[in-house]
């Protein structure tokens, strides 16, 4: 884990803070291996309720994927396209939504 999100638990509510604001939080290689990372844990921990995701930048949530580094390494994207991979942030949320829809 880096210093990119910030994770901070009140009342079983999990607040999940992007911290890359100097890049309006565009999804890095690891940016986006520490969401994942992060959002499993914080899934599979029984004493969280819900999982807030936010923003340390005031201008914008996220840019989306990291485009610089898109450019310096395109295999570096490779598997944030992949679909239906247990391994991407794509299936972690489409298990989250399938959990809330279930409520």
Known sequence: MTDL???????????VTLGRPEAMN????QL???????LHRLDQDRGISAIILTSADERAFSAG??????????E???????RGSSDN?????????RQLSAL
Request: net charge negative.
């Open 65 to 74: 994927l990291d485009v610089r580094e898109l450019f310096d390494d395109p």
């Open 5 to 15: 999100l910030q994770v901070d638990i009140r009342d079983k509510i999990a607040i």
């Open 26 to 29: 565009a999804l890095s290689t």
């Open 89 to 97: 942030l794509g299936a972690l949320f489409s298990g989250m939504i």
């Open 32 to 38: 986006r291996a520490d969401l994942q990372e992060t």
């Open 76 to 82: 570096s994207m490779s598997g944030i396209v992949s």
